[in-house]
């Protein structure tokens, strides 16, 4: 059975006070409130939108022990569909995302029912076939996805209310709460009976199964709800950009993820977070830098971290800190 | 029937870089545990090595098939003790982060010391040209291809039947749990296998130079198709994923022939079937299934 | 859950409301004739990828040289003194050209953008243009949806674009003899428009296009099409692939033995880096357009030297380009006298030019298409090349009349 060893899911955590439990979710809020003001919005929106990414994957890495490397085709195919929706239908655009969230979930069904079957390196390669079928079918059927030249021209329909469609300072804070949600979403599945049955999935699949779970079936349940969550951010990472490039449905775009929940810290949901911003910022400041390797940068990041941060930033951090806190008190 | 015989000769061509490289991912995964996502890098740089000893050295092809596995043996060596073998002990899933993170690395660097236009390669005279076998004409250099990886395919098999290395490597990858019960240590053979392994995925590349533009990166398509490939051969098995690498060949070929829409798609579908009728591959042991 | 993400979402946009004054109050509010008394020229491309030899780094340079001339010629008579030459990378991905060219416009406070490789990059930058009434001179995308169903007053096309190139191409090749083609085309946007225009070029010339072959993209595999597409047996094989794609179909044309049979090798798109980094013999004798020549005249030669200088290389038509884009946009801002985009726009529609890139240019009011005489080229065989980067023979002129599509035929409704 392959199981992340080393990262223990979010522990019931004794040593946090209360205090400190409501400290940390008012930090990130005030955080996401900050951002724009702090960075240009829409750089300020997608790492929001990738954060939400990079939590829903680590729903199944961190939590189901699955690491999927073809992610892309929920967040590719939501902003599809979101994209469409948005463009033939003029709805506005939480309903618009919504549909694009739906239709992630439906997809991700068949692909995680045959998926699941196998666990380990084995869901990594099957879970990237599937992404590049999903791939070329997108970039086949150019009659609807535009092919090459992408999706042009997604409006941003939002009741009318003019700054939140033209200004891309307000429509951050307008596309923000379904972000959050998401995020929100995520906690809960993690601290529910059902987290806690994945959890134990995770880390004795026989034993899972001897008690009785339908452990495929609980797998299953947990790829469409990652899907879910990745297909929402898809989707307002589309409504943002106002368009929809092929690439999103790259398997890049499936390591891209892979490569901010593993920097942020794996099991952790806060490392997403972490690693989105890191790996954003990074990107958007070489972009004008003159300096032209960004992979070089993250790939050598990635290494290191693999090698010796295996928590990974967040990881680390909050371990440092337990250990500190627990040597205090005695 | 002609156009079929070519267009299989054609696809069987094409494969003979998935088996010679899928091989060598099935060794490797079989011995180290390890799925090795480079496995495209080490592909394109055989090809860029091979560019680069002709460009400064004037090593022509066949220099090249002999250089580029013995330079690439030695680059897998030296990756496997500074990186890979800190990790073998761990889930497997972090060599393969591992790997990644290298690939992104090794691609850039590439990118950054030749460009991205890709580098020049001539074929030697002798190779070029075309053959004519009963009324099926064939490039000559695919021919070559053909007979030179099912000629490696057939020594690699060789050594692995009949020698004491081959033997226990095979243990190793089929019957892991039998090897270690009967005393056999695999432990040393780690190093070796990794570059082994590289080597043959370098000498994929160097074989392909001719033949595909040299690019920084003209692995990592290889790459995804090379795991639809060791998936349907099922990942411990070394006939396999020769089998599937020709096979897949042969399915890219007649794809591209009848339905080129579709061509880059059947490769996944098949796979699909595969884990749906057989979840360890056609030549997996079905008890690696979960 | 709903109606507490309303109110947190509510809360948010007051928030963000009464605290608006000081966002997004980028350039535009400045008194002077300038915004910010500067001019900033932002060249967005592909400074990392597979597009990166034929513009990338090399046209930030020749921008500059453009604006060096610029300033020599006007001196102290320069309604502009402080000129900005920004470089952004795109890393060749469309949402990163598109979210770029926002924040260049919002923030960089750029004036105009430059070059733009990748048809969807570059659509995304036009809308962007438009909305935000900042100009874009694309010079490096080659879809005529630039210039047609989604052109708009802010956008402009310099260079090239796919109907060039198959009228290029396609009628002068034809016309030379090579009746009968075979078209090999990657099946995607680009592939499809250039396999269309080159079969409408070829028909009108007199010829035929037997058959036309799609294949994946990206694809290493060419063999299989290539016995297809010899099976019938034509005179020249047409190939719409670029970049990687275009030298794995050239290797493989080569060995496949259908050189020794007659058949022509004929490019849809290729650059002179493409015909450096494979090697001339590879790519001997064949016919492609070339919208610019380095060493076609002794003018452009010139240019070619300072530009060798400079880099240390030979420039490709899209450095020149992007030079003469430049330019042209500062002798614009010249005569309008401030960058003011709509005075500036003025100024461009419908002159008449002629520098080291346009030869009997126009830059057409009606659809925003930079036309001009181009050429059809012939790689020189090993034997010919007489010096670094000396690849290329001149066959014959494509007069600008012929080169483009009538300003009727865009299909572009110009409305703002």
């Known amino acids: ?330 | 029937m002609t156009a079929i015989l070519q267009y299989a000769v054609q696809g069987l061509a094409a494969g003979s870089f998935y088996a010679l490289a899928a091989l060598g991912l099935a060794v490797i995964f079989g011995v180290l545990g390890v799925v090795n996502f480079a496995h495209g890098a080490f592909y394109m740089l055989g090809a860029v090595t091979a560019a680069v000893l002709l460009d400064t050295l004037g090593l022509t092809l066949w220099w090249s098939l002999l250089a580029v596995p013995v330079l690439m043996f030695a680059f897998g060596v030296v990756v496997e003790r500074l990186l890979v073998q800190w990790l073998l002990r761990l889930d497997p899933l972090y060599n393969l982060l591992l790997t990644f993170g290298l690939t992104l690395v090794l691609v850039e660097l590439v990118k950054q010391r030749y460009g991205v236009s890709g580098l020049p390669y001539r074929l030697p005279a002798g190779l070029q040209g075309r053959v004519d076998l009963a009324g099926v004409v064939l490039p000559r250099y695919q021919l070559f291809v053909l007979l030179f990886s099912v000629l490696i395919c057939a020594l690699v098999w060789l050594v692995m039947t009949r020698s004491r290395i081959g033997m226990i490597v095979r243990a190793a990858t089929e019957k892991p749990d039998l090897a270690r019960a009967l005393g056999i240590n695999v432990g040393r053979w780690v190093t070796p296998v990794f570059g082994f392994g590289v080597a043959l995925a370098g000498l994929a590349g160097a074989l392909a130079a001719p033949f595909r533009a040299i690019t920084a990166d003209m692995g990592s398509n290889f790459a995804i198709i090379l795991f639809a490939v060791v998936v349907i051969g099922g990942l411990g098995s070394i006939v396999g994923a020769v089998v599937a690498g020709f096979l897949v060949g042969l399915v890219e070929a007649f794809g591209q022939a009848y339905a080129p829409t579709f061509a880059q798609i059947l490769i996944f579908v098949l796979m699909a079937l595969v884990i749906l009728v057989r979840p360890a591959g056609l030549f997996g042991r079905q008890e690696a299934t979960a | 859950m709903e109606s507490k993400r309303m109110r947190a979402g509510a809360s948010a946009l007051t928030m963000a409301l009464l605290l608006s004054a000081c966002a997004g109050a980028g350039p535009g509010g400045g008194g002077g004739a300038f915004t910010d008394d500067k001019l900033v020229l932002a060249v967005l491309n592909d400074q990392s990828g597979i597009y990166k030899d034929a513009s990338g780094p090399n046209t930030v340079k020749a921008v500059r040289m453009a604006v060096a001339d610029y300033q020599q010629k006007y001196g102290d008579k320069a309604v502009v003194t402080k000129i900005e030459v920004t470089s952004t990378d795109h890393q060749n991905k469309p949402d990163i050209a598109n979210t770029k060219a926002s924040e260049l416009y919002e923030r960089g406070g750029a004036d105009v953008i430059l070059d733009v490789p990748t048809s969807s990059a570059a659509l995304a930058v036009a809308n962007q243009a438009k909305n935000h009434k900042r100009l874009f001179l694309d010079v490096s995308a080659a879809t005529t949806a630039l210039t047609g169903a989604q052109c708009n007053k802010y956008t402009f096309q310099w260079a090239y674009n796919t109907y060039l190139l198959a009228n290029g191409t396609g009628k002068t090749v034809t016309q030379n003899g090579g009746r009968k083609w075979t078209i090999i085309y990657p099946d995607y946007e680009f592939g499809q428009n250039m396999t269309k225009s080159f079969t409408e070029a070829i028909t009108k010339a007199g010829g035929t296009v037997q058959e036309s072959i799609p294949t994946p993209f990206p694809n290493e595999n060419f063999a299989t099409f290539l016995t297809k597409a010899g099976s019938s047996a034509p005179d020249v094989i047409g190939t719409m692939h670029a970049g990687g794609d275009l030298i794995n179909l050239v290797k493989q044309f080569n060995e496949s033995g259908l050189k020794d049979d007659g058949v022509e090798l004929a490019v849809g798109l290729m650059l002179i880096n493409d015909i450096h980094s494979l090697g001339v013999e590879q790519f001997a004798g064949t016919l492609f357009t070339d919208p610019w020549y380095w060493n076609m005249d002794a003018e452009a030669r010139a240019w070619a030297d300072r530009f060798l200088a400079e880099t240390g290389t030979r420039p490709s038509f899209e450095h020149a380009g992007n030079y003469s884009a430049a330019l042209q946009y500062l002798e614009a801002v010249q005569a309008a006298g401030t960058d003011d985009a709509d005075a500036v726009i003025a100024k461009l529609e419908g002159k008449k030019v002629n520098d080291v890139f346009l030869r009997n240019g126009e830059i057409r009011a009606q659809d925003h298409s930079v036309v001009h005489d181009a050429n059809l080229a012939r790689v020189k065989k090993p034997g010919d090349v007489k010096e670094d980067w000396d690849y290329e023979e001149i066959v014959t002129k494509i007069p600008a009349a012929e080169g483009f599509p009538p300003a009727e035929a865009s299909g572009c409704a110009m409305t703002s």
Not at chain 1, 6 to 28: F, H, K, Q
Not at chain 1, 148 to 154: C, F, I, M, R, S
Not at chain 1, 277 to 298: K, N, Y
């Open chain 1, 1 to 330: 059975m392959t199981v992340i060893t080393e990262a223990p899911a979010d522990a019931p955590a004794p040593a946090r006070t209360p205090a400190l439990r409501w400290i940390l979710p008012a930090a990130g809020l005030t955080a996401a409130l900050a951002l724009p003001w702090l960075v240009y919005p829409p750089v300020a929106l997608d790492i929001v939108a990738l954060a939400l990414f990079a939590i829903a994957l680590d729903l199944l890495l961190g939590y189901t022990g699955l690491l999927s490397f073809g992610h892309a085709a929920f967040w590719g195919s939501s902003a599809y569909v979101t994209g469409l929706i948005a463009t033939h239908y003029g709805v506005p655009f939480p309903l618009a995302v919504l549909g694009g969230a739906v239709f992630a979930m439906i997809l991700a069904l068949p692909i995680g029912y045959v998926s699941v079957r196998r666990s380990g390196i084995y869901f990594a390669m099957v879970t990237l076939a599937f992404a590049q079928m999903v791939y070329f079918i997108g970039y086949q059927w150019s009659d609807l996805t535009g092919g090459e030249n992408g999706l042009q021209g997604v409006p941003r329909s939002f009741f009318g209310i003019e700054p939140v469609e033209t200004n891309s300072f307000y429509f951050y804070y307008a596309a923000l709460p379904i972000l959050l949600c998401g995020m929100a979403a995520a906690w809960r599945i993690v601290h529910s009976p059902f987290g806690r049955v994945l959890v134990s999935i995770r880390d004795n699949t026989p034993r899972a199964r001897a008690l009785g779970y339908d452990v495929d079936r609980y797998k299953t349940i947990a790829f469409v709800l990652s899907a879910g969550l990745t297909g929402l951010a898809g989707g307002v990472f589309a409504i943002s950009h106002g368009f929809v490039a092929l690439t999103e449905l790259h398997w890049t775009t499936s390591g891209d993820v892979v490569l901010m929940t593993v920097l942020g810290g794996i099991g952790t949901l806060w490392g997403g977070i972490v690693g989105a911003f890191l790996t954003v910022m990074l990107a958007d400041q070489l972009a004008s830098s003159g300096f032209h390797g960004i992979d070089l940068i993250t790939g050598s990041v990635f290494i290191l971290v693999v090698l010796l941060f295996r928590r990974g930033v967040w990881g680390t951090v909050r371990h440092q800190w337990q250990r500190r806190g627990s040597a205090r008190r005695p």
